[in-house]
């Protein structure tokens, strides 16, 4: 038995390599598929994308704007209308039109930080173009963000500066408070040795002017006696000193009145009061003061990028900085490759496998193979190893290859790798072959054969990521073999993960290889009963 299935398989190989030029394609092919995708693919920025700018704000801000688009590869021309602006995205001309424009009360921000706040960037584009679209606005996106940064920045130095001034200021003028409270406190000792002074002149006047009154009195007893002792001297001495005496009590009173007049008039004691009202007052605005320079000082140590971006938000990959890759600095064709490999595989496998079947099946010694003593499982057999070896043969070639232009060390996990790569040559091939046996024409087997592979293309994660379906369709289409195989070659190929087959995962392999080997069976026996009929 196993002679048989070896001479079917050495007939197969015969034949796929019985011309010279198609031999040579079916070995350069992946080699040539890699060296023309790796110079295409290792660089995916968008350059020279086609801009149309409409402006209506002045010309400083709108030069300064077109020349950061040019300095990131974009082809900036300049329209006078908006409309003709929009009219060229919709004749496909131009892949994004540009609006500049004022925003209301712009002026008023320009006047008071930054010369350019207050400007609104619009952007028209065709959603249509789902290839580029997203990436264009990405791009100018990331122009607006860093002038926005600049922005900002330019707006918290000067907040900064002009907090630094008011500190100063505050700082070199809380010196008149102070000097003001000491000016009060001498004033208020000054005051209250002046009403001290009046209060001692007063006394003394006062003393002195008793004192006089008692002299007097004493005077009134000596002159009588002067007088009547005929002692004329003592008697005119007497009176002067009695008139003397009178005078000194008169300036005494008046000295008293005068004490008694600046009192009422100066009001001492009320204006030593109101000097420490005033006093209390001052040491309130003092420590008002104190509080609002403290204030001020903690408000100038804010990192005032939290309050424009109070929840920043970053990201990067699982892979940096971690355990999991097998290289670092991955670019895009390093994380691309596990679905290209799907991809080639996909195809190369169900139409390689369904066109040779029908070929097979139209050629003249078909005929004379199944009603030979082979049966049909050596038949079946052959072909499936046929196929699964040549396309094993060019997935390993494609491997080795990418080896060299890929920054992933793909041979560090090649073992488990390709058991993954059989286990889906193999579920390939039987859908091919299935395509092949079911049909009767190469036209039927060709179209059904491209249709299937891009009908599982559609659910790989390149052109309908899960995420996007509603959960029961999700979870249905982690089970389609292009999502599964992508995500297995993903975990091996990018983070270098070792091989994990859960009991679902066996459950699907075995599961869908014994469904389409029965139905490869049926269908093989349909064309043999087409062929014999």
Request: aromatic letters at 12%; one cysteine or more; hydrophobic letters at 45%.
């Amino acid at each position: 038995m196993n002679f048989k299935i070896f001479t079917i398989i050495q007939k197969n190989f015969l034949i796929i390599f019985n011309s010279k030029l198609s031999s040579i394609m079916l070995i350069l092919g992946p080699i040539l598929l890699i060296l023309l995708s790796y110079p295409l693919l290792q660089n995916t920025s968008i350059k020279n994308v086609n801009a149309g700018i409409y402006s209506s704000v002045d010309e400083d801000f709108t030069k300064n704007f077109i020349d950061k688009l040019h300095q990131n590869s974009f082809i900036v021309e300049r329209k006078y209308s908006l409309e003709s602006c929009k009219q060229d995205v919709i004749d496909s001309d131009k892949d994004v039109c540009i609006e500049l424009q004022r925003e209301a009360g712009g002026n008023n921000l320009n006047k008071v930080f930054n010369n350019n706040l207050g400007y609104r960037i619009i952007l028209y584009v065709d959603y249509s173009n789902q290839r580029v679209v997203w990436q264009i606005i990405a791009s100018i996106q990331s122009i607006v963000t860093k002038e926005s940064d600049n922005i900002k920045n330019d707006i918290i130095v000067n907040i900064h500066d002009n907090l630094n001034e008011v500190i100063q200021f505050s700082d070199s003028n809380s010196k008149y408070v102070d000097n003001s409270i000491i000016i009060i406190d001498n004033i208020n000792t000054d005051l209250n040795d002046l009403d001290s002074d009046l209060g001692s002149i007063k006394d003394d006047a006062h003393k002195a002017k008793y004192s006089i009154i008692e002299l007097n009195n004493d005077l009134a007893v000596l002159l009588p006696y002067a007088a009547s002792i005929n002692n004329s001297f003592m008697y005119d001495k007497l009176k002067k000193i009695n008139d003397s005496a009178s005078q000194a009590a008169n300036y005494s009173n008046k000295v008293e009145e005068k004490v008694n007049l600046i009192n009422s008039k100066s009001n001492i004691p009320n204006s030593i009061n109101g000097l420490n009202n005033l006093k209390t007052a001052l040491l309130a605005v003092r420590s008002s003061y104190d509080t609002k320079q403290r204030e001020l000082e903690d408000l100038n140590k804010i990192d005032l990028n939290k309050l424009t971006e109070p929840l920043p938000l970053s990201y990067q990959s699982v892979i940096d900085g971690g355990n999991y890759a097998t290289h670092t600095n991955l670019n895009f064709l390093d994380y691309f490759f596990p679905t290209f490999l799907i991809i080639y595989l996909l195809f190369v496998s169900i139409i390689f496998s369904s066109v040779l079947t029908i070929r097979e099946r139209i050629s003249g010694a078909y005929l004379r193979n199944i009603t030979s003593e082979v049966s049909n499982i050596k038949f079946i057999v052959g072909n499936f190893i046929t196929f699964f070896l040549f396309v094993l043969f060019q997935i390993f070639l494609v491997i080795y290859i990418s080896h060299f232009f890929l920054n992933i060390n793909i041979l560090s996990n090649l073992f488990p790798l390709l058991i993954m790569v059989s286990f889906s040559i193999t579920i390939f091939v039987l859908i091919g072959m299935i395509i092949g046996y079911y049909f009767n024409s190469q036209e039927s087997v060709t179209f059904s054969s491209i249709f299937i592979s891009i009908l599982l293309l559609i659910f790989s994660s390149l052109i309908t990521p899960k995420e996007f379906l509603p959960q029961f369709f999700s979870n249905l289409v982690s089970f389609i073999p292009t999502t599964f195989f992508e995500t297995k070659f993903i975990s091996l190929i990018v983070f270098g993960s070792s091989l994990k087959i859960g009991i679902y995962d066996i459950l699907f392999l075995v599961g869908s290889i014994f469904v389409l080997s029965v139905l490869l069976f049926f269908a093989y026996k349909k064309s043999k009963y087409f062929e014999m009929k």
